[in-house]
């Protein structure tokens, strides 16, 4: 008997287009690495998994990657039941798929158009600035558009600046979700996260196909679970 293999592609027959673009663009990497939260939580596990989606030079992909995988997020805004006015590019490197992401829906949504938030680094423990620009008015309404999450405390700082502005935030929207509590943070403030893939259906995915070994899968999921109590621990203290 055949075994059956757990994705579903009927769901999204392009996703495993997307998972091996993110793979053969080397954004996947394995090793220790220090991620956001080591900013807050210094003694914190270690990841023995990196994501880097952003382009080149500060990451691996190329334009050409990052116009593909702004079709991909296109069309999942184009899924939502509300498009909204705008598109935002949270700073720095959700900017160029957001720009990819608004090239394709111009196609067939002619009244979006593109924002811009600013990076404010003088301010410190603040990496979102307060200025909007591009032309919107208030009440208009916005989607998000970023690389991954892991916790969601760029994208809040992103959603209080928006509405800041008089701009409403709905929706955002990622490559990967690391599933590590940020999509729980957005909700929380009414904001639902549309991710194109997990980190559990990549690795999954990566493991059925001989892209990753089994025990590389198992010791990100041991991460993940001692990050959890990690975390339990502090909130305690």
Known sequence: MKRQRWWVFEKEPLWAEIALLIFAGKGIQF???KLKMHE?????????????LRGEPKGPFSPKTLAQLGYHLARRVLGTTAVGQHIVGIPEAG????????????????????LKLNKNVSVEGRKIGTELTGEFKVGDSANLIDD????????????????????????????????QGGREQLEN?????????????????YAEIGLVAPEKVEEVFDYRRRVDEYLATQEKK
């Open 31 to 33: 090793g220790e690495f």
């Open 40 to 52: 807050k939580h210094a003694d914190a596990p270690l990841s023995p998994i990196y994501i880097n």
């Open 95 to 114: 900017v160029p798929l957001a720009e990819s992401c608004f090239t394709t829906l111009q196609y067939t949504q002619t009244n979006i158009s593109l």
């Open 148 to 179: 991954l999450i892991t916790a969601a405390d760029t994208k809040l700082e992103a959603v209080e600046s928006l509405r800041a502005n008089g701009v409403r935030v709905r929706n955002c929207f990622v490559i990967v979700d690391r599933e």
């Open 189 to 205: 403030t009414g904001v639902q996260l549309y991710a194109l893939t997990t980190l559990t259906e990549l690795l999954r995915f």
